[in-house]
């Protein structure tokens, strides 16, 4: 595989751009390698500067659920451009676009509508501290929530604790308020409410897919809901990933757990910058200009970024029967990867939820962060370059979830387990 103009680009973007790139997991630090510059994207395929084709289970981090350049999204998408790109100003593709999705979420009866998780998430902790009149929140180590100063927090010595920054310039000050619990532990969410008595929110991912794809027990939000209820905090449920990518109703097709609020992002945007955090009129009332919480957005409700969501959720609910296929696809891969690394006595765990999937080279089952980072990330750096030798773009890091498209069918998912069974036997003998 030739990436010689990639490597160029690479090393021209370093001079202006930090590290070369505007995301850090776009460097390919994680799996030592340099990231092929794309070109152009079809279907379930994207193609580099080099001239290399690759099948795409990135899918831009996930919005992609109908694969690049799909017909539809890109025709409403170049009608709304001769309209005008933005106006700063009320349309009616906002209200659809909102109603589409409160018809699918139960407990959800306003929406915002912003321009990136990051920002859905820092305003609807923001919103919560505001309803709850109190400071703390409670997040979960392993759990990302974008990149806003409270949210860039680990744990401390203990679960049970305050955090400290994890990035630098985050003022020990801002992250004094956020405690950290384990994922799935229940236990530890106790002692941070016995911790703190001012927590005003907890806010997880339900379907946690920045430690690789690791679902919460069903049993572990259904008594995460009672705590909060019993010490009257607001339930923040992170979908920016998981909404309209595990199901049609995100985690609420696989539980019937009702949170207070919820984030959105990813598929709603349809490729386009799209966010949103949603709740109950009682909290969502309190945002500007009808109550007394402040949030603004100059781009907010983009028409060009609605015009994209707002197709990609209609023709997802004219096509509810895409979630069993995409899923069937996904299992296909998962077991397929298994098989191979049995084949070959190479310790991998697998999850699919939906159209996402994820895997790990690990002895044991993962369950939060701490089993996550038991993984052999050696290997997956192995397996990853291996794997974009033979045309297959994965997430470039362990701790990522791949996704599945609708071009995607049975003989491209067999054509990918081929490679992976090849690329286990060239690691294994040292090629």
């Not at 070109?39 to 996930?62: A, E, P």
């Not at 310790?347 to 690990?362: A, D, K």
């Not at 054509?415 to 036997?425: K, L, Q, T």
Request: aromatic share 10%; proline share 4%; charged share 20%.
């Amino acid at each position: 595989m030739n990436l010689l103009c990639s490597i160029n680009d690479f090393n021209e973007a370093k001079q202006v751009i930090p590290g070369g790139v505007n995301s850090p997991v776009r460097a390919f630090k994680s799996v030592a390698g340099t990231p092929p510059f794309i070109s152009k994207g079809k279907g379930c395929h994207i193609f580099d500067v080099d001239g290399n084709t690759y099948i795409d289970f990135v899918q831009s981090w996930g919005p992609l659920i109908f694969g690049h350049c799909d017909s539809d999204i890109s025709e409403n998408v170049n009608e709304a451009i001769k309209n005008g790109l933005s106006f700063g100003a009320p349309t009616e593709l906002e209200t659809s676009l909102c109603k589409e999705i409160i018809s699918l979420y139960e407990g959800i009866e306003k929406i915002r509508l912003v321009n990136s998780g990051t920002e859905a998430t820092m305003s609807a902790i923001r919103l919560a501290r505001g309803y709850s009149k109190k400071d703390d929140i409670i997040k979960f180590e392993g759990n990302y929530h974008g990149h806003s100063d409270s949210l860039l927090v680990s744990a401390g010595s203990g679960c049970a604790t305050f955090g400290s920054p994890s990035s630098w310039g985050v003022p020990q000050d801002f992250s004094k308020h956020t405690l950290v619990a384990r994922y799935n532990d229940i236990e530890s969410v106790k002692s941070c409410f016995e911790t703190s008595k001012n927590v005003g929110c907890v806010i997880i991912e339900p379907i946690a897919g920045n430690m690789g794809l690791v679902p919460a027990r069903i049993e572990f939000l259904k008594e995460l809901r009672k705590l909060c209820d019993q010490y009257e905090a607001v339930l923040i449920f992170d979908e920016v990933m998981s909404g309209f990518r595990a199901s049609i109703r995100g985690v609420q097709g696989y539980c019937d757990v009702i949170p207070d609020m919820v984030t959105f992002g990813k598929v709603i945007g349809g490729g386009m910058p799209l966010a949103a955090f949603s709740g109950k009129d009682e909290i969502m009332n309190l945002l500007s200009p009808t109550g007394g919480v402040y949030q603004a957005g100059t781009l907010s409700g983009n028409p060009i970024a609605v015009s994209a969501g707002l197709t990609s959720i209609c023709k997802i609910k004219k096509n509810p029967q895409i979630y069993p296929a995409l899923e069937a696809l996904a299992k296909r891969l998962m077991e397929g990867f298994l098989k191979n690394a049995q084949k070959y006595s190479i310790p991998l765990q697998t999850c699919v939820r939906g159209s996402m999937f994820g895997f790990f080279f690990n002895t044991s089952e993962v369950h939060n962060f701490e089993d996550a980072q038991k993984s052999d990330t050696q290997m997956f750096a192995k397996f990853h370059q291996k794997m974009l030798s033979k045309g297959v773009y994965l997430a470039c890091s362990q701790f990522e979830t791949g996704f599945i498209c609708t071009p995607m069918n049975e003989s491209i998912i067999d054509e990918v387990i081929e490679a992976c069974r090849v690329s286990f036997d060239e690691i294994t003998r040292g090629i």
